[in-house]
């Protein structure tokens, strides 16, 4: 049989949290159990006793990356080698695992799709705090602010607290006055539009247009029903903030527990 | 397996900070000519008057804002993040830099740029012996 197997697969730098940590590592090669220092902090690559403990493996992640154009992610591709070690050496890798207490990645099915998604995920985090919506095709990437991007317009961000929602659009330029809000059990409408520069203005007096304008409606579902007659909003320097309490029955009640 | 560490190398001490490691926005303009002068519209959401900063010099016309956000007790679903603002311009000298005028409504600026006295075009009076 074959002593080594190797598989190919997307992976980025399984314990890193952020996209420079993970590019870091594609450039270098990377054991298994150990740590490494990264900035100020370190890091340790998990090391476990593989799905089968007959083989043992070992990663390795050679200088290659591979820019995705569809999905926008830089990938790299890692090697795994799976070596055989044999019943003895399996048992000793085993008790040694229990030891070391990562019995959790002993005998559970490794699932390559999970890890794929968590790096999906990450790499998705970083990039969002960067304002930059690597979904979208490169050449279609607009600035994030509104203006001329084909996406859902006003950008929400939603919050919590214990007693009520907390919807922030980001709507510069509306007329107040056009601005029509409402909510159905969990669905927030928001209708409104955004001031356009007035129609006197001919195309060819413009030097730069950058900003958008017109009619936009945009509908979300928050997590719980709210209570619709005592909703309020306010718009302050562009940003509407809408407050939505939460409906009495989607608050959590404490339940105490009598002993007999 | 015994965990090792690379010996990890002392970082030398960093020199005094000579930039401004904040992150700055592109508020999107436009700018168009009107009867007397140009007008320039800024999107700037989330900054309020006494926050916002405009300056020309040497030419040079600078917006920047800086935004603030309503803090979320607890975020759920995060689609932007404001951070400042900052543009520039270089103007030319075909505009008036004393007269320029600005006011803030709803997160938007607008400029009024006055053309200055020379670049007018000026009517010359023909007089028929």
Request: charged share 25%.
């Amino acid at each position: 049989m074959n002593r080594y197997m190797t598989t190919y697969f997307a992976n980025a730098l399984l314990q890193a949290n952020n996209v420079s940590k993970a590019l870091c590592c594609i450039l270098k090669q990377y054991r298994p159990g150990m740590k490494y220092p990264f900035g100020n902090t370190s890091v340790i690559i998990p090391s476990s006793v593989s799905a089968n403990p007959l083989f043992s493996h070992r990663l390795s992640i050679p200088r290659r990356m591979h820019f995705d154009f569809g999905t926008g992610l830089v990938l790299s591709f890692a090697k795994v080698e799976m070596v055989w070690i044999g019943p003895k050496k399996a048992c000793n890798a085993v008790h040694l695992a229990r030891q070391k207490e990562e019995l959790d990645m002993t005998y559970s099915t490794w699932n390559l799709f999970r890890e794929m998604e968590s790096l999906r995920r990450e790499v998705e985090r970083a990039f969002e705090q960067t304002g930059y919506d690597w979904r979208r095709p490169a050449f279609a990437r607009a600035a994030f602010l509104p203006g001329n991007s084909a996406r859902a317009y006003p950008l929400m961000n939603l919050s919590e607290d214990k007693d009520h929602l907390y919807v922030e659009a980001l709507a510069p330029g509306v007329d107040p006055a056009t601005l029509d809000i409402s909510v159905l059990r969990d669905t927030l409408t928001v209708t409104g539009e955004k001031q356009a520069i007035s129609e006197d203005i001919k195309p060819e007096a413009f030097h730069r247009n950058e900003r958008g304008a017109g009619k936009f409606t945009r509908a979300i579902t928050l997590p719980v029903e709210v209570d619709g007659n005592k909703v309020t909003a306010q718009y302050t320097n562009g940003l509407l903030l809408i407050t939505l309490p939460k409906a009495e029955a989607a608050k959590p009640k404490q339940i105490s527990v009598k002993v007999a | 397996m015994k965990e090792t560490t690379v010996p990890q190398q002392q970082q030398p001490t960093a020199p005094a900070e000579t930039r401004d490691e904040s992150r700055t926005l592109t508020p999107p303009v436009d700018i168009f000519d009107v009867e007397d002068g140009l007008a320039v519209i800024v999107d700037m959401p989330g900054v309020g008057k006494e926050d916002l900063d405009i300056r020309v010099e040497n030419d040079v016309l600078t917006l920047s804002g800086k935004a603030e956000q309503a803090l979320p007790e607890t975020a759920i679903y995060t689609e932007f993040q404001l951070a400042n603002f900052f543009r520039q311009f270089q103007l030319s000298d075909r505009v008036d830099q004393e007269k320029i005028r600005a006011e803030a409504k709803n997160g938007v600026l607008t400029l009024h740029l006055p053309k200055a006295e020379k670049a007018k075009p000026k009517k010359i009076a023909v007089q028929v012996k």
